[in-house]
């Protein structure tokens, strides 16, 4: 018997090797020298690159790179014997905002038929690694017998198997030098320096090149993916912890409804986060497109809530969730989020460093047709308090929720988020903006169009404001309405210059563009006169620092 049992031949590999890639390069440096010496032995290999590796570049600039680095790809896969390379070319960077890459990776399977699956580890420290590396484990835990072996590449995997992949070091070491953008060989020595600090507990002095991988079969790769950090598996260290014992553990709580593939993406991504959610809630209101038999067969440990009818507001359903939640912690999120794996690790980390006070933390949110400029705009990439937050995608204490009462049900719909603020100012507590952690969110940047959204958004901002906002600034509102609403241009809104009333986003151009919008609006100012003694009976006039008029 060998005294070095997880050392093997690549050439047992043998079959069809599947390569999951981030990047073009990923595929040689994390196992460049393995694909060798299978393909040597008759292996089949299929490298599936998945961004089209632009960086940070835009325009002409970005497509020109892409196609250099995935020509580059090409040019190293020659040297180690791979010909068969598929680009998604999803862009480089975001590849946690692609919904459906879980199921284009799925495709891959059924269309290659691979006897195993080479994927980035969730150790790894690039976003778009830790991307792939949960849509991969999603992917794999729907093939229960699929046998994947993890790599990393800028981060070494606590491997549990180990190939001698000597034999094969000159030509990975010609094929990494073929990425000149990527200044080829600088990556060339930093490989050649990992593969040979592995062989230092290896005897034989013929052996001066090693990869390593994780080993896992199917559903073992998400457990792995969940696990990894928290169990800290390169120290050999138990950091396992119990859920009840952590004053940081959380409940993550969902409402849906007819967006089944949209949760199915979301809960792919709590599955797959480096710090794991202590429960998972998920309140279906009624849906009708098989939403609760999907969550039951391939997601048990969702906490799922069926709603008897469909006629349940989203702030009825958040509190229905609210109230089931056992932990410290809730995280609040909309069923067409997607979190990267690090987003419930970083944002407890910013909460551990706010004091009792800080009841929420809501993460910076990325959406389609979002504006480069009002990502970019200084005054979203500050940190700051504020008077609303994002109720897709943050973290907040269990206790300051019930102490705030949650959601005011009478709202419905939109607008509940700053409702729920004044009350948690009104009560000590502040809401911190924390951008420099992402979610991403499928729903379109501004509010959403149509006259149900332009009425409860119309109606909710005016209830609020009528229950919280101090005598002097609701006299204002009706004057920034007209100057701010009404005739508030596009590009300031673009511009990033609406920092706080995200819910106000593109409320103009709804005026403008819904059929019936002056009916709508009456409809609206009706409904709010109706809820006047409801307003007065609950007024409490917000004076806290952090308070700010949605327009302001």
């Avoid at 079959?15 to 040597?40: F, K, M, N, Q, S």
């Avoid at 609760?292 to 906490?303: G, I, K, N, Q, T």
């Avoid at 420099?436 to 149509?450: D, E, L, Q, Y």
Wanted: aromatic share 8%; glycine share 8%.
């Amino acid at each position: 018997m060998s005294p070095y049992p997880n050392l093997r031949d690549p050439k047992s590999l043998g079959g069809r090797l599947l390569v999951l890639a981030a990047h073009p390069d990923d595929e040689v440096l994390g196992c460049g020298g393995t694909l060798a010496l299978a393909i040597r032995a008759g292996a089949q290999v299929r490298v599936f690159v998945a961004s089209d590796g632009g960086a940070q570049s835009e325009g002409v600039e970005r497509q020109t790179l892409a196609l250099a680095r995935a020509e580059e790809s090409r040019r190293a896969g020659c040297h180690l014997g791979v010909q068969d390379f598929v680009f998604a070319e999803l862009p480089d960077g975001r590849l946690g905002a692609h919904w459906g890459l879980t199921e284009r990776l799925l495709a891959e399977f059924e269309s290659f038929g691979p006897q195993w699956v080479l994927s980035p580890s969730p150790l790894e420290l690039h976003p778009d690694h830790l991307a792939l590396a949960a849509a991969a484990a999603a992917a794999l835990a729907r093939r229960p017998e699929q046998r994947a072996l993890l790599y990393g590449v800028n981060t070494q995997v606590p491997a549990t198997v180990l190939f001698d992949v000597t034999s094969a070091a000159a030509q990975k070491r010609a094929a990494l030098l073929e990425f000149k953008s990527q200044g080829g060989e600088v990556l060339a020595e930093k490989s050649a320096a990992t593969e040979r600090a592995r062989t230092i507990n290896v005897e034989d002095p013929r052996i001066e090149a090693i990869e390593g991988f994780v080993e896992v079969l199917g559903p073992g790769a998400l457990e792995y993916a969940r696990r990894a950090r928290a169990l800290e598996l390169a120290s050999g260290a138990d950091a396992a912890r119990s859920p009840a014992a952590d004053p940081m553990a959380a409940t993550a709580v969902i409402t849906t409804w007819n967006k089944c593939a949209d949760l199915c993406a979301n809960l792919d991504g709590l599955r797959a986060q480096t710090r794991p959610f202590a429960a998972i809630v998920v309140v279906d209101n009624a849906s009708k497109d098989d939403t609760a038999s999907v969550l039951r067969a391939s997601y048990p440990e969702v906490r799922l809530v069926v709603m008897p009818h469909s006629n349940y507001g989203a702030c009825e359903t958040f509190n229905i969730g609210f109230a089931t939640a056992t932990t410290p912690l809730i995280a609040i999120l909309d069923d067409d989020v997607v979190l990267p794996p690090e987003w419930l690790a970083r944002t407890v980390e910013r909460l551990e460093r706010e004091p009792p006070s800080t009841a929420i933390v809501s993460t910076e949110v990325v959406e389609p047709q979002m504006p480069q400029s009002y990502l970019n705009s200084p005054q979203l990439s500050r940190e700051r308090y504020m008077s609303t937050f994002r109720g897709c995608a943050s973290l907040a204490r269990t206790a300051a929720l019930r102490a705030a009462g949650g959601y005011d049900e009478r709202l419905y719909i939109y607008g509940n988020e700053r409702d729920l603020t004044c009350r948690l100012l009104n009560l000590g507590y502040r809401v911190l903006q924390y951008p420099s952690v992402r979610a991403f969110h499928r729903t379109p940047f501004g509010i959403k169009m149509g006259k149900r959204s332009l009425y409860y958004h119309a109606r909710n901002a005016w209830l609020t404001m009528l229950k919280y906002a101090p005598a002097g600034q609701l006299a204002r509102l009706p004057w920034l309405v007209l100057t701010r609403v009404i005739f508030r241009g596009k590009s300031k809104e673009h511009g990033g210059e609406i920092t706080d009333a995200t819910g106000t986003i593109g409320i103009g151009r709804s005026l403008r563009e819904t059929p019936g919008a002056a009916w709508v609006v009456f409809k609206a100012a009706l409904s709010v006169l109706a809820n006047v003694p409801y307003c007065l009976r609950h007024r409490a006039p917000c004076r806290a620092a952090d308070f700010q008029l949605p327009l302001d």
